[in-house]
């Protein structure tokens, strides 16, 4: 089992940089045995991918939404997955949740384990 929680969530302008980090522990597997990535849900919007990381941190990625603007890593010694977030526009705001699971996470149905969200607005 995994238990994630997210932080850095908040208010920013647009164009303007956020680094959203989330704290991983599992009982049984180690943290870094799992994939790990972040989705967002924006009001009256279904939840949707945003990226993705395998469990080494060799292979990422990312929706075409934000290719180019986000960042997703992660330090297993840490125990920790970030999403680095730069050139925000306002249609980025949601709420970002953590998520890990056993597969590649680009998808909804691959999700195992969700952590409970930060907000993230932006503001033009």
């Known amino acids: 089992q995994v238990q994630l929680v997210e932080s850095g969530g908040g208010l920013v302008q647009a164009g303007g940089s956020l680094r959203l980090s989330c704290a991983a522990a599992?009982?049984?597997?180690?943290?870094?045995?799992?994939?790990m990535g972040w989705f967002r849900q924006a009001p009256g919007k279904e939840r949707e991918f945003v990226a993705a990381v395998n469990w080494s941190g060799g292979s990422t990625y990312y929706a075409d939404s934000v290719k180019g603007r986000f960042t997703i890593s992660r330090d297993n010694a840490k125990n920790t997955v970030s999403l680095q977030m730069n050139s925000l526009k306002p249609e980025d705001t949601a709420v970002y949740y953590c998520?890990?699971?056993?597969?590649?996470?680009?998808?909804?149905?691959?999700?195992?384990?969700w952590g409970q969200g930060t907000q993230v607005t932006v503001s033009s």
């Open positions: 599992a009982s049984g597997r180690t943290v870094s045995s799992y994939g």
């Open positions: 998520a890990a699971g056993e597969m590649r996470l680009t998808m909804l149905s691959r999700v195992a384990y």
